[in-house]
């Protein structure tokens, strides 16, 4: 661990993707992520065989992010979320062609232009595809900056490991805000295997097969097993990958669940309401897929009710139910739009399951 | 304990770093801490501010809403955050631009000259100093030392030479409110 | 027996899926004996379309990677800047670069993106059925314009040549044609020579491809040749249009 510093979530990301050696950024401007490609266009110019390019398109730096790791880097690109939804055409090819990437999406509110503020809209997108065809991918959610930076580097392990994109998701918040940051001293996993299936030049008898990095398979058939193959990564991941964090979820009556920056702000109520007599306990899914469903389904034997808490009008709360299966009643109390649900909203919302006895 | 800032002004009268300063003093003190600017179109009008909040215990939400300190630069920012603050606040504000009091009587409103200090120091560019100073010593949320220990790693070695005058402007921003 | 011509090495043995009479073989034979001529087989990555030429990288005996529709030169660029030593080369056709993509060739090309790009322009969307492309001429009837291509509906074709010449990046552009011997044999020289462009480190290059598509021009073969000559060739004349020395 090096020295304690004050670091914007943006700047931190970036450097914590540098020292896990991503050595190629592709990116376009969008509030408020443009600290990433901004520290990126600094540093990456510096440093041997680093390239920044700011691309023409949201589209095209996907596509770029697609070439380059399928010629076998390490590559970041990031935006915010209608960026995001212009990236989904890439990202889709990109899990078909089984290619790592690690893509960052600080969610600003929405449909549409929406706003710039904080959210957790794009759970949906996130979760459950976003582009088209059967598949997954990876999602990381930090709560502190922190958090932001290792889950960053872990992204570009895990990505490697199962060849296909990892998407960190923040929100405006997560990005802009300053915390301390230890940036950790990076070690790849040396399991991690080689990339013999990269282009990266070939001829017969030079030791490997020629590479082709494709997501076309025109014979059903063929298609079937490939996706079959992706399905049977995504058993793995969620056997072996689901990570969350849960505080006084033993003797809880009511669990409160949620992510990123609204689950920072339910531990400050959780806290308060268990100064108050009422049994609180939190669940912080850190993995949005694969979902935490274990530590969930372990509370539902107990707890009376949960509080389900986003920044949207309710998408993680539909996982919780699948979770729960019917045991407990699941509520949902969200804020939309770029709102950010404070501490009070949150105490106000479990006091009034407790005095109804829900 | 947990202390809560909101920092506001106009863009340029260093109401980001006031609160970046802050941040960091009470880091090295070994608090949790968190500085959340405002971003985005609003800041392009020319008006700035920035929540910090430090604590001993992990910090929930980075953002002030109810604000228990403000310390407000300029007189938009006066209008704008007096209705968010918390009943029996404190509002610390900068008496040479700002020739209002706020409408609240259940809040504390204390003014600090920082303009007219920092001219009579000879470097009106210290005039958020002297307001961090008369942060300091309000709320004692961290010492001078710390304080300045902050901005010589932010000033860096081209900027060292500006350490002394900055460290007045702290002391008489700290006297003025005793 | 002396062996008086070979397939050249570039190309596998996999059977072409192009319709009789089609002129991709020709530009895949071409593009081909100028990566084995110019020696650089080892260090080539292709990047195949969507469009008729999809299947490329079944063909190209180099390493290869299949991009989305119109975005080649975006892909070529990601993976020419992390291993700036390979010879990166696009094939993609008239839809695919000059609709879809335009902004891709676009940007690459104004970047000077030390690529190649062979652009196959046959007036027309070729693999979903002989669709109006935006290199189709005016007048000239496809599935979507099927009274003909009406200027004041759906303006005007694109010179892409031309259009990119006049930009600061490119190094080389030229257009060619494939509809005789005598057009073949410079189409090879031009294709040749925006390879030696890239491997000399000179910035982007570009040959378009003068192609006939007889199944969706609804014509025979050699009737597709004869209308190419006749009616794309006044459209987009041939020739270099930016070469830096």
Known sequence: MGQKMLMKGNEAIAEAAIQAGCRFFF????????????????????IEGGCFLQAESEVAAINMVYGAAGAGARV?????????????EGISYIVGAELPCVIVNMVRGGPGLGSIQPAQSDYYQSTRGGGHGDYRMLVLAPSSVQEA????????????????????????LIGQMMEPVEMPDYHKDESLPEKTWAATGWKEGCGRDRAVINSLYIDPSVLEKHVNHLYEKYAVMESAECRWQEEMTDD?????VAYGTTARIARSAMRKLREEGIKAGLIRPITLWPFPNAPIARAAEHAKAFLTVEMSMGQMVDDVRLAVDG????????????IVPTVREIITQVENLAKEGK | MEAQFLIAGFGGQGVLLIGQLLAKAAMHEGMNVSWMPSYGPEMRGGEANCAVVISDEPIGSPLVTEIPIAVIMNKPSMIKFTPAMEKGGIMLYNSSLIDITPDRDDITAIPVDCNGIAEALGNSRTANMVMLGAILAKTGVVSIDSAMEALKATFGPKKEHLLPINR??????????? | MAIVYEKTKVLTDTPLHYCPGCTHGIIHRLVAEAIDELGIQDRTVGIAPVGCAVFAYNYFNC????AAHGRAPAVATGCKRVNPNNIVFTYQGDGDLASIGAAEITHAATRGENIT??????????MTGGQMAPTTLPGQVTTTSPYGRDPALCGYPIRVSEMLATLDGPAYISRVSVHDVKHILDAKKCIKKAFETQIAGKGFSMVEVLSSCPTNWGMTPREALNWLEANMIPRYPLGVKKEVG
């Open chain 1, 327 to 338: 045991k407990k009643p699941v509520h949902f109390f969200g804020r939309t739009g770029g």
């Open chain 1, 149 to 172: 930076v290792e889950l960053t580097q872990l992204a570009f392990d895990l990505a490697d490991k199962y060849r296909n994109p990892v998407l960190v998701m923040g929100d405006g």
């Open chain 2, 168 to 178: 007045q402007a702290m002391e008489k921003g700290a006297e003025c409110v005793k």
């Open chain 1, 76 to 88: 970041m690109t990031s935006s915010s979320s209608p960026g995001i939804s212009l990236k989904q």
């Open chain 1, 252 to 256: 809880a009556d009511y669990v409160i």
């Open chain 1, 27 to 46: 990116g376009y401007p969008i509030t408020p992520q443009n600290q990433i490609p901004e520290y990126m266009s600094k540093r990456l110019p510096k």
């Open chain 3, 63 to 66: 390493d290869m990677m299949e």
């Open chain 3, 117 to 126: 790009v062979i652009f196959v322009n046959n007036a027309i969307y070729g």
